[in-house]
């Protein structure tokens, strides 16, 4: 891990000194780049503290054998359609739903569900499937839908039982 | 929140003391992730999606999608008035659908930030399956839309 963070902070500077030179002597990509960060950070601002309390807020409240009864071993179909359905209020996109994964698979949360999860959090968000059916029309969400849930699914569940043959455990780095 | 605070205000500092840990753990992905999009978007703009969309040969225009769909990142209200503006431009609805569904599944960009939670191989093989799902999605709508002939 510790060559990890030194590349990572070598990433990160470099790309500083880059943007503050590139602001020193005017160099017009350099700019347009640093107001590419700016806009996409605050887009992300946006959503992330709230995502991030409502993990924490999760992680008090929320009994472990709740998780483990609705997304655990044991809660079958209804598992998915759990899983589906939180997904459907996500706001933002993979990037928040990566944190909330890994919390519900910290509290017991299968593997199948978790892959569904995060799938279905990328393509069936209600708020984004309203807005793509209002530019692209309502037979084209429509179609997408109907053919990326169960593929979604299926998908989670093969992947999930592969890992859980392998011994897979999810570990936060720190 | 506020009804966590009421019920129990040391629950509710426990809370975002995890939150607040959590946050702090990730950050550096997210920069790293910032970082790669602020670049991406200003190498690949909105403008080079369009004029790759267009191209005459469809399968080759589901892949170039596909391709520029996984590298980028576009939040939602960007992304799907782009894809409504190339549809009245004659872009093909299967294209589209290749171009949006690869946009929000697959995550070159999210790399770090998948990577920090789930390990390199899980995240690749996630964002393998996604690609061929969105490949999948791309046929069908071209078959419902009657844009390949079977």
Not at chain 1, 150 to 168: E, F
Not at chain 2, 20 to 33: E, G, Q, S, T
Request: charged share 15%.
């Amino acid at each position: 891990m510790k060559r990890n963070s030194i590349i990572r902070i070598a990433i990160i500077s470099s790309y500083a000194i880059f943007i503050a030179l590139s602001w020193i002597f005017s160099f017009g990509p350099g700019k347009e780049i640093s107001h590419n960060f700016a806009s996409f950070s605050l887009d992300m601002l946006k959503v992330l503290p709230c995502a991030f309390i409502l993990i924490g807020l999760f992680e008090i409240w929320v009994k472990k054998e709740t998780v483990e009864r609705h997304f655990g071993e044991k809660s079958g179909v209804r598992g998915y359609l759990w899983g589906i359905l939180l997904a459907s209020t996500t706001v933002g996109g993979l990037y928040v739903a990566f944190p909330v994964a890994y919390s519900l698979y910290s509290k017991g949360a299968k593997l199948g569900v978790i892959f569904t999860y995060i799938g279905a959090s990328a393509i069936c968000r209600v708020p984004m499937t309203i807005f793509e059916a209002s530019f692209l029309g309502v037979k084209f969400s429509a179609i997408r839908l109907l053919v990326a849930i169960p593929l979604v699914i299926v998908s989670s569940i093969l992947l999930g039982d592969y890992l859980t043959k392998r011994n897979y455990k999810i570990m936060e780095c720190k | 929140m506020v009804i966590s605070l009421i019920v129990s205000r040391e629950k509710t500092i426990k809370a975002l003391r995890i939150s607040y840990k959590r946050f702090i753990n990730i950050l550096p992905a997210f920069l790293i992730m910032l970082v790669l999009v602020s670049i991406v978007l200003f190498l690949v703009p909105d403008v080079v999606i369009s004029e790759y969309l267009g191209v005459e040969n469809k399968f080759a225009g589901i892949l170039l999608a596909s391709f520029l769909g996984s590298i980028t990142l576009m939040p939602g209200f960007i992304a799907y008035p782009l894809a409504g503006i190339l549809l009245k431009k004659g872009v093909a609805y299967m294209v589209l659908s290749a171009f949006t569904t690869t946009l929000m599944m697959v995550g070159v960009l999210t790399y770090p930030i998948e990577k920090q939670y789930f390990g390199a191989r899980v995240t690749i093989i996630r964002n393998a399956l996604s690609l061929l799902i969105a490949l999948i999605i791309a046929v069908v709508t071209g078959i419902f839309f009657m844009e390949i002939s079977l």
